[in-house]
């Protein structure tokens, strides 16, 4: 339960962001040029069109983070520890550095959110950006 755990806050940041922000990229474009933008960019694996819309630069900490992400699961210790975690119980130190690392990923960057998509910010309700993300 615990691997899937992990996996899912990864990978569901991961694809949510890259959803947001390919929409995001559609500001100010015509139907068509949308459609044409969205359909080359989902047609990207998700973390070649996260490099494509943020830069590679602005990447490097989030690659960091995932590539920690996949290099635990594939440590046979650490993949066992996380197999034994009951539901219950999240205590387990492997456990609890990959989800605090899933939490933290810079993924989905507000600051970046913000830097990027100006025009796009005001449209969305100011309260969706918490005083967190200044």
């Known amino acids: 339960m615990a691997i899937r755990n992990i996996k899912l806050i990864f990978s569901r940041k991961l694809m949510y962001t890259s959803g947001l922000f390919s ?3 559609t500001i ?6 949308k459609v044409d933008l969205l359909e080359r960019l989902f047609d990207l694996p998700v ?15 989030a690659l960091e983070s995932y590539d920690l992400f996949l290099s ?7 993949r066992s520890e ?7 119980n999240h205590g387990n130190a ?17 600051a970046y959110m913000k830097a990027r998509f100006t025009r796009l910010i005001q449209f969305i309700e100011p309260c969706y950006f918490s005083a967190s993300c200044v």
């Open 23 to 25: 929409v995001a990229m």
């Open 72 to 78: 635990r699961l594939e440590d046979a210790k650490v």
């Open 28 to 33: 100010d474009r015509s139907e068509m040029a």
């Open 94 to 110: 492997s456990f609890r550095e990959l989800k605090n690392e899933g939490i933290a990923s810079p993924v989905s960057s507000c």
């Open 47 to 61: 973390i070649d069109r996260m490099i494509e819309i943020c830069g590679e630069s602005r990447m490097i900490r």
């Open 82 to 88: 996380l197999k034994a975690v009951e539901p219950e």
